[in-house]
């Protein structure tokens, strides 16, 4: 199949960024860990750049900010006229630089240097004249930029961001609280209701629950899956403990067994110590259990002690994401 010149310019600028991210990988070394270092024990942080680059330090700046830190981007032109006075001794400069020869950065370190700042570069280019005058430099390589004349800031922005993000992501890890951080940081959008709304907001109860009993047959459990549709039925007893669970997965792997799917006990088939969930639980945790296993689960029983009291499904937790509003 002819493939039509758009198409491969495209898949050649994928192969460009994936060997720009192997080279990146090659630089996390003993000055990633000293940047982030750097950056955990400082009293303030200022991000900057120029152009696009400027961007990528408007996201670094905000995304620490919503980790607790006190962040903040500072334009370097603006630095120059009043801005500077966010500076404070021993704050932590991190300058953003494709070529590392930014004029603007460039004087901005040198007005900074009178106030003890740390510098953290992050730039394509090494050596450069602002990695040279950074305490900590980090290269974020590329190949080229993904156009033909090499000039359109696509690749070198990306290998930023991934640095900038890796920078991030060794901070959070190193909070103990970060979760609750960002709880209280995020009460709105995706991240906050993840964070904030539970299980029991947003699972299905009452009769909406597909429950079997244990002397149920296959037949009668199977039914129950394909009337309430949720992709699972839950066993239970008398006393509505929950005992086990039939799956639609399940079902499908019965059939390629050869079971007789029109006779047997439903206990002879079922799930009898199934993943559990506690509506207790956020969006968040649920969301991991879904994903820890070897085998990702799409619902999962809400259990109280051992008492079943509905059920969620990974859909309505993307729905609850993307709505905001209880999905029952």
Do not use: W
């Amino acid at each position: 199949m002819k493939t039509s010149p758009l198409l491969e310019d495209v898949a050649e600028a994928i192969r460009l960024q994936r060997r720009a991210l192997d080279m990146l990988e090659s630089q996390i070394d003993e000055r990633f860990e000293r940047a982030v270092d750097v950056l955990s024990n400082a009293p303030s942080i200022i991000a900057s750049g120029v152009g696009k680059s400027g961007f990528v330090a408007q996201k670094f700046a905000a995304s620490l900010m919503s980790l607790g830190f006190p962040a903040r981007f500072m334009h370097s032109t603006d630095a120059l006229h009043g801005d500077i006075g966010l500076v404070r001794p021993l704050s932590v400069l991190v300058l953003f630089s494709k070529s590392g020869q930014t004029t603007e950065l460039l004087n901005l370190i040198e007005i900074v240097r009178r106030e003890g700042v740390v510098i953290v570069s992050i730039t394509s280019m090494q050596p450069s004249p602002i990695s040279e005058r950074a305490d900590v430099a980090l290269a974020a390589p590329i190949v080229r930029e993904y156009d033909r004349a090499n000039l359109l800031p696509t690749a070198s922005t990306t290998s930023a961001l991934v640095m900038a993000d890796l920078l991030l992501m060794s901070l959070a890890h190193r909070m103990p609280d970060s979760v609750d951080v960002l709880t209280r940081t995020h009460p709105n959008g995706t991240i906050g209701s993840l964070l904030t709304r539970t299980v029991a907001q947003c699972m299905h109860s009452g009769s909406s629950v597909p429950v079997v009993s244990v002397d149920e047959s296959i037949e009668g459990a199977i039914h129950a899956l394909d009337s309430h549709a949720l992709g699972i039925a839950c066993v239970v007893d008398e006393g509505n403990i929950l005992r086990g669970i039939l799956t639609d997965g399940d079902v499908r792997r019965l059939v390629e067994r050869g079971v007789d799917l029109a006779s047997g006990p439903i206990t002879s088939v079922m799930t009898t110590q199934p993943t559990v969930i506690a509506p207790s639980a956020t969006l968040h945790e649920a969301l991991l259990v879904m994903e820890s296993g070897q085998r990702q689960i799409g619902v999962l029983p809400v259990v109280d002690g051992q008492t079943l009291v509905g059920v969620i499904r990974l859909h309505d937790v993307v729905r609850a994401q993307i709505a905001g509003t209880d999905v029952r």
